[in-house]
């Protein structure tokens, strides 16, 4: 289960540089497209951020079991 969290939290990683990659890309010519995906980017890192915390708790608690 552990691992399965651990690939989540790169898959937000993978998404938020996609929609960065997209922010430079869309940023001249179609800006409301380009406001959307910084909105992804924000979530994804958020999102990225909150999962790795998650993880490491579930983690330690694991450990503090297995004891």
Known sequence: MVKILRYTEYLY???AFFSIYRIF????????????????AVISLAMFFFRRNYR???????R???E
């Open 56 to 62: 490491k708790k579930f983690e330690a608690r694991k």
């Open 64 to 66: 503090e079991n297995q």
């Open 13 to 15: 990683i993978v998404v």
């Open 25 to 40: 890309t869309d940023w001249n010519t179609d800006k409301n497209s380009a406001y959307l995906f910084v909105f992804f």
